[in-house]
C-alpha cells in the first residue's frame, strides 16, 4: 500500500470546483494514497466572510507541504493583490514550471512540441518594489530587482531539471543588450552555471527574437530559462502553440513547498454547466505525482488523456465534442 500523503485542495473559483472534482476522481481512481485537506481562497473565501487567503489555508500549505489549486479570482481593484503573486511571495516558490507539449486531437499550428518554460517567479518586475504613481497621474514608477542569489537558484534549478529529465538544451532568453543591469545580471550568472553542465547545450537569445523564433520555429527549443517578466508572456505564446491554457499546467515550486495549478482562468460565464475541459489541472496533478515521486501514476495519467483526445472520445466543446466535464472524465477513468 502506498504511503499516505495529504495535500491541500484548493478547488477556487468558477469553474473551479468542477475541474477540482474531475482531478480528485482521477486521483482516487489511481489509488495513490492521498488525502484531501480541502481549503478555500480568492471569491469563494471572500463570499464565506473570509480574507482573500484564509490563515486556515496559508496554515494547511505550509503543514502538507504540496497544495493542488484550480483557478482563483482577485477581485478587481485597488487593494486587492494577485493572489498567486501572493502565494509565490508567501513560501518563496520561486520556479514557477510551464510545459507545452502538443497532444494528437487537440487543434494546434505545430505539432511534436515539447518545450519546458522555467520562470523565475519571485523577482523581477514582480518583485513590487517601489510602484509609484504621481499625483496627478502624469508619471509612473516601478523598480525591477534581480538579485545573485535569485537568478543563481534559478538557473541552477532549470540545468537540474534537465538532466533529471533528459534534456539536451537550455534557452536563456534575457533582454541583456537594453536591461543592462538586471538582464545583464542574469544573463552573467546563466554563462558561469552553464559551465557545470557540459552535456547540456546552452544557447541565449533576446526575448524579442525569442519570441519570432517560437513562432517560426518553435521545434528549436527544448527548455527555456527566463525572468519573471519574460516568463510570463513566454510560457503562454508556448501554451499558444499546443492550442491554448485549457492544455497549459503549471507547477510553482520552492525548497520546501509545491502548488500546482491550472493556469487558465476562472471562466464564470460556463461555471456550474459542466462545460469546462479539465485537461489542464488534470495534468497538473501529474506534475505534482511526479514531484511525489510518483512517476508511473503521473505517466498513467498522461497517457489516458492523450487518448481520450487523441481518438475524440466524450471531449469537452473547445476539443471538438458535445460532451460534458463528468463525461470527458469518465472517459479518463476507464483508460485508467
Same mark, same amino acid.
Given at each position: 500500500?502506498?504511503?499516505?500523503?495529504?495535500?491541500?485542495?484548493?478547488?477556487?473559483?468558477?469553474?473551479?470546483?468542477?475541474?477540482?472534482?474531475?482531478?480528485?476522481?482521477?486521483?482516487?481512481?489511481?489509488?495513490?494514497?492521498?488525502?484531501?485537506?480541502?481549503?478555500?481562497?480568492?471569491?469563494?473565501?471572500?463570499?464565506?466572510?473570509?480574507?482573500?487567503?484564509?490563515?486556515?489555508?496559508?496554515?494547511?500549505?505550509?503543514?502538507?507541504?504540496?497544495?493542488?489549486?484550480?483557478?482563483?479570482?482577485?477581485?478587481?481593484?485597488?487593494?486587492?493583490?494577485?493572489?498567486?503573486?501572493?502565494?509565490?511571495?508567501?513560501?518563496?516558490?520561486?520556479?514557477?514550471?510551464?510545459?507545452?507539449?502538443?497532444?494528437?486531437?487537440?487543434?494546434?499550428?505545430?505539432?511534436?512540441?515539447?518545450?519546458?518554460?522555467?520562470?523565475?517567479?519571485?523577482?523581477?518586475?514582480?518583485?513590487?518594489?517601489?510602484?509609484?504613481?504621481?499625483?496627478?497621474?502624469?508619471?509612473?514608477?516601478?523598480?525591477?530587482?534581480?538579485?545573485?542569489?535569485? /537568478?543563481?537558484?534559478?538557473? *541552477?534549478?532549470?540545468?537540474?531539471?534537465?538532466? @533529471? #529529465?533528459? =534534456?539536451?538544451? $537550455?534557452?536563456? +532568453?534575457?533582454?541583456?543588450?537594453?536591461?543592462?543591469?538586471?538582464?545583464?545580471?542574469?544573463?552573467?550568472?546563466?554563462?558561469?552555471?552553464?559551465?557545470?553542465?557540459?552535456?547540456?547545450?546552452?544557447?541565449?537569445?533576446?526575448?524579442?527574437?525569442?519570441?519570432?523564433?517560437?513562432?517560426?520555429?518553435?521545434?528549436?527549443?527544448?527548455?527555456?530559462?527566463?525572468?519573471?517578466?519574460?516568463?510570463?508572456?513566454?510560457?503562454?505564446?508556448?501554451?499558444?502553440?499546443?492550442?491554448?491554457?485549457?492544455?497549459?499546467?503549471?507547477?510553482?515550486?520552492?525548497?520546501?513547498?509545491?502548488?500546482?495549478?491550472?493556469?487558465?482562468?476562472?471562466?464564470?460565464?460556463?461555471?456550474?454547466?459542466?462545460?469546462?475541459?479539465?485537461?489542464?489541472?488534470?495534468?497538473?496533478? /501529474?506534475?505534482?505525482?511526479? *514531484?511525489?515521486?510518483?512517476?508511473?501514476?503521473? @505517466? #498513467?495519467? =498522461?497517457?489516458? $488523456?492523450?487518448? +481520450?483526445?487523441?481518438?475524440?472520445?466524450?471531449?469537452?466543446?473547445?476539443?471538438?465534442?458535445?460532451?460534458?466535464?463528468?463525461?470527458?472524465?469518465?472517459?479518463?477513468?476507464?483508460?485508467?
Amino acid at each position: 500500500m502506498t504511503q499516505k500523503n495529504t495535500i491541500t485542495v484548493i478547488p477556487g473559483d468558477g469553474i473551479g470546483p468542477e475541474i477540482t472534482k474531475a482531478t480528485l476522481r482521477v486521483l482516487d481512481r489511481l489509488d495513490c494514497g492521498l488525502d484531501y485537506d480541502m481549503q478555500t481562497a480568492g471569491v469563494a473565501a471572500l463570499e464565506a466572510g473570509k480574507e482573500l487567503i484564509p490563515a486556515e489555508t496559508l496554515a494547511s500549505i505550509e503543514r502538507c507541504g504540496v497544495a493542488l489549486k484550480g483557478p482563483l479570482t482577485t477581485p478587481v481593484g485597488k487593494g486587492f493583490t494577485s493572489i498567486n503573486v501572493q502565494l509565490r511571495k508567501r513560501f518563496d516558490l520561486y520556479a514557477n514550471v510551464r510545459p507545452a507539449i502538443t497532444r494528437p486531437g487537440v487543434k494546434s499550428r505545430y505539432k511534436n512540441i515539447d518545450i519546458i518554460t522555467i520562470r523565475e517567479n519571485t523577482e523581477g518586475m514582480y518583485s513590487g518594489e517601489r510602484q509609484e504613481i504621481a499625483a496627478d497621474g502624469s508619471r509612473a514608477e516601478s523598480v525591477s530587482i534581480i538579485t545573485r542569489h535569485g /537568478a543563481e537558484r534559478i538557473i *541552477h534549478f532549470a540545468y537540474e531539471l534537465a538532466r @533529471k #529529465r533528459g =534534456r539536451h538544451k $537550455i534557452t536563456v +532568453v534575457h533582454k541583456a543588450n537594453i536591461l543592462k543591469a538586471t538582464s545583464g545580471l542574469f544573463l552573467d550568472v546563466a554563462r558561469e552555471i552553464s559551465g557545470h553542465y557540459p552535456e547540456i547545450e546552452t544557447v541565449e537569445m533576446i526575448v524579442d527574437n525569442a519570441c519570432m523564433q517560437l513562432v517560426m520555429n518553435p521545434h528549436q527549443f527544448d527548455v527555456i530559462v527566463t525572468t519573471n517578466l519574460f516568463g510570463d508572456i513566454l510560457s503562454d505564446l508556448c501554451a499558444g502553440l499546443i492550442g491554448g491554457l485549457g492544455m497549459a499546467p503549471g507547477a510553482n515550486v520552492g525548497d520546501k513547498i509545491a502548488i500546482f495549478e491550472a493556469v487558465h482562468g476562472s471562466a464564470p460565464d460556463i461555471a456550474g454547466q459542466q462545460l469546462a475541459n479539465p485537461s489542464a489541472l488534470v495534468l497538473a496533478a /501529474a506534475l505534482m505525482l511526479d *514531484h511525489l515521486e510518483m512517476p508511473k501514476h503521473a @505517466k #498513467r495519467i =498522461r497517457r489516458a $488523456i492523450r487518448d +481520450v483526445i487523441a481518438t475524440h472520445d466524450r471531449v469537452t466543446r473547445d476539443l471538438g465534442g458535445d460532451s460534458s466535464t463528468q463525461e470527458f472524465t469518465d472517459a479518463v477513468i476507464e483508460r485508467l
